[in-house]
């Protein structure tokens, strides 16, 4: 893959991973943001790119690994946040966003084949975790509806409307709830997501 592309919350309390409140405090919500992103950046940094970026709404920190830039989201809907993100990109172009600790090297290591004009990653809650282009167009996410039950659809609709042809990967689960953290975290118990989460159930 040329570029692959995190866009991100920086992990700050109150506005990073909100709707974990309750059970969880903010300061607790931000945690398993800041150990979700941590996965997330380090599954991205040991996968094959020519370039990694991330496109973060805050400032970096120290879970940001070597070897990826960092660019400011612009201000606006996700919609155009994802346009936006695909604008800095040439090439082959894979955005995942920070609410998949479970994911992997292998899952996004999605060599390109002749003839794929799109990567899709469906999300269990009908959004989508990944969104990959051969040929990055911002047009092929403006005005897609955002945060609904049927937002992946709408966005698989719009590739094949443009004539793409779309590879389809695996469903994952975001991270979204309290119980969504826990099904993850039983998914990939060697993440710092899990341990964050294991040592916050222990009272940390």
């Known amino acids: 893959m ?3 592309v995190v866009i991100a919350k920086e992990p700050v309390p109150g506005r990073a ?14 945690d398993l943001a800041a150990a979700a992103l941590a996965d997330t950046l380090a599954a991205v940094a040991a996968t094959p790119a020519d370039r990694r970026l991330l496109v973060l709404d805050g400032a970096p920190g120290a879970w940001l690994p070597p070897g990826i830039d960092v660019v400011p989201q612009v201000a606006g809907g996700l919609d155009q946040r994802l346009a936006a993100a695909f604008g800095h990109c040439d090439g082959p172009t894979l955005l995942i966003g920070m609410d998949t ?9 999605t060599a390109p084949e002749p003839g794929t004009g799109a990567w899709f990653g469906p999300a269990a809650d009908g959004g989508f975790w990944a969104l990959g282009l051969a040929e ?10 955002m945060s ?4 992946g659809r709408a966005q698989r609709d719009r590739l094949t409307a443009a ?8 469903v994952l689960r975001d991270v979204d709830t309290a119980a969504d953290a826990a099904w993850v975290a039983a998914q990939a118990p060697g993440t710092r997501f899990a341990t964050a989460l294991a040592h916050l159930r222990a009272g940390g």
């Not at 167009?137 to 509806?145: I, M, T």
């Not at 609904?148 to 937002?151: A, E, G, H, N, R």
């Not at 004539?163 to 695996?170: E, M, N, Q, S």
């Open 2 to 4: 040329a570029t692959l």
């Open 17 to 30: 991973k909100t709707r974990l409140c309750p059970p969880f405090t903010p300061q607790q919500a931000a």
């Open 101 to 109: 600790p479970q994911v992997t090297p292998a899952l996004l290591h």
């Open 136 to 145: 990055p167009d911002p047009d092929l996410v403006l005005g897609v509806p």
């Open 148 to 151: 609904t039950p049927y937002t």
């Open 163 to 170: 004539g793409l042809t779309v590879r389809d990967l695996p």
